[in-house]
């Protein structure tokens, strides 16, 4: 199970998002995990990940220490180096990377086939591009879950937009009423896209939040596409 299986939208919404997870099971393969998490991590870097992160250290995109009403605002599009959150790495937890293009999620699963790490890796994306990536990789996908969307009464969910960011951080972090204030924003050209993104990115921790995607949405958005 994995807190990105019931990001909202299309299919079509989803080809340039792809969430790789690695994790290990206590007490069977956890012992000797971290330095293995690091080189996981470091695997991805000639990849160009566009997000990634330690679940217990946060991500490249981190909210500020000191928290003021304007901080966040002022801000740009700024991410840490990729090196600190790999060096932060101390504990058993889970480690993911976020792509934007199919060939990078291929080209970083060959190697983690290659490298052989003994930890649970998960593929998030959708089914049939997560199985093409497998496949190209060489690998055999071991099992599948799916996500059977929203049921009940929906009279009172918000927008598919708001929906489509918000579900982009799987804890909640990214509130609905954060994703639409963004949208205002953007639809005013008081933020750009990027910046909008990037806001919302600080505060998913697991760091599984895709810029790329966000900055395509929240375009969408401003054009009423």
């Known amino acids: 199970m994995t807190n990105t ?3 909202f939208g299309a299919p079509e919404s989803h080809r340039d998002d792809f969430v790789v997870f690695a994790m290990a099971a206590k007490e069977v393969n956890d012992a000797d995990a971290v330095p293995k998490f690091q080189q996981f991590l470091r695997l991805a870097l000639p990849h160009r990940p566009i997000n990634m992160a330690h679940a217990q250290n946060r991500g490249i995109y981190r909210a500020a220490e000191q928290l003021t009403p304007l901080v966040h605002w002022t801000r740009g599009d700024e991410r840490l180096d990729p090196e600190r959150i790999i060096r932060e790495v101390e504990s ?3 480690v993911a990377v976020v792509f934007d293009t199919r060939e990078a999620t291929i080209a970083f699963l060959a190697d983690l086939r290659e490298a052989d ?4 890796i998960n593929v998030s994306a959708l089914v049939e591009e997560g199985h093409a990536c497998c496949k190209a990789a060489g690998l055999t996908r071991h099992s599948v879950e799916y996500s059977l969307g929203i049921h009940g009464d929906q009279s009172r969910l918000p927008d598919r937009h708001t929906l489509e960011l918000s ?3 799987g804890h909640g972090m990214v509130s609905h009423n954060f994703a639409r204030k963004m949208i205002d924003l953007v639809r005013e050209n008081r933020r750009t896209p990027e910046q909008a993104a990037a806001s919302m990115a600080r505060f998913c921790a697991c760091g599984v939040f895709n810029p790329t995607r966000a900055r395509r949405i929240l375009e969408q958005a401003r054009k009423g596409e």
């Open 5 to 7: 299986l019931h990001r």
């Open 92 to 94: 058993c937890s889970t």
């Open 117 to 120: 790490l003994g930890l649970s």
């Open 167 to 169: 579900t982009m951080c």
